[in-house]
């Protein structure tokens, strides 16, 4: 049986209060992002679907198709992440915990990865131009960017299947909980830093390796 005083402590009070403020916030700030973002995520993509035939495809136009299907895909994941915070059903908070918030990270996450590679992409092609050749192809954004998807999406399966059962936990704590759980278990930050790491590393070899003291017998 729960305390009457617990019920209505102040303490308790405050914290609904603030609950019930970053809601009302979240759900107004997600609600323009999906208003503004859909609309115009889509007509980028309907832009680049147009052009395809037109122009000649690059490694970065393919990055840049990925990122903004990663962020069109997140605009469709907002609605579920809005009716979490505004509604009170059942039945939307289990679609919201076994598939809405895997979603929502999983865009957010393919979203940063992708601006990511363009970054690399833009620094080799600009720093290394003659030495990463291989890298600045079509074919190997197409792979990278297959890699990734693949292993974001095998991510968030493998997470809605071992993890059905915090659909229950989702129902009982607060959404900054749930949140968290699925934010660390899909989070790929230490693998996409390692991958970012190896690439640097690998593209200023050559440099390093042609820039060695020559024998002391060249010197004057």
């Not at 609600?31 to 007509?43: E, K, Q």
């Not at 035939?53 to 809005?82: E, G, H, M, Y």
């Not at 890298?135 to 071992?162: D, E, K």
């Not at 993890?163 to 930050?189: D, E, Q, T």
Request: with cysteine; aromatic share 14%.
């Amino acid at each position: 049986m729960v305390d009457p005083k617990y019920e209505t402590s102040p303490s308790n009070q405050t914290c609904d209060a603030v609950d019930t403020s970053a809601s009302t916030f979240f759900m107004v700030v997600y609600s323009l992002l999906f208003v503004v973002g859909l609309p115009l995520n889509g007509f980028v993509i309907k832009f680049y679907c147009c052009q395809a035939q037109q122009q000649a495809s690059s490694s970065l136009k393919v990055f840049l198709k990925n990122l903004t299907a990663a962020d069109f895909l997140l605009c469709l994941s907002l609605p579920l992440r809005i009716g979490h915070y505004n509604s009170g059903s059942i039945i939307i908070w289990q679609l919201y915990c076994s598939f809405g918030a895997s979603a929502f990270y999983l865009n957010m996450y393919a979203s940063i990865i992708f601006m990511g590679y363009i970054a690399a992409n833009r620094y080799l092609k600009i720093v290394h131009p003659s030495r990463t050749r291989v890298l600045q192809t079509v074919r190997t954004a197409r792979i990278i960017s297959m890699i990734t998807w693949t292993f974001l999406v095998t991510t968030g399966i493998i997470f809605i299947i071992l993890f059905s059962s915090l659909i229950n936990l989702c129902l009982l704590v607060s959404a900054a909980v749930f949140s968290s759980l699925v934010h660390w278990s899909l989070c790929p930050s230490k693998s996409f830093r390692l991958c970012v790491s190896l690439l640097s590393s690998w593209s200023s070899y050559p440099w390093s390796s042609s820039t060695t003291a020559p024998p002391a017998g060249c010197c004057r």
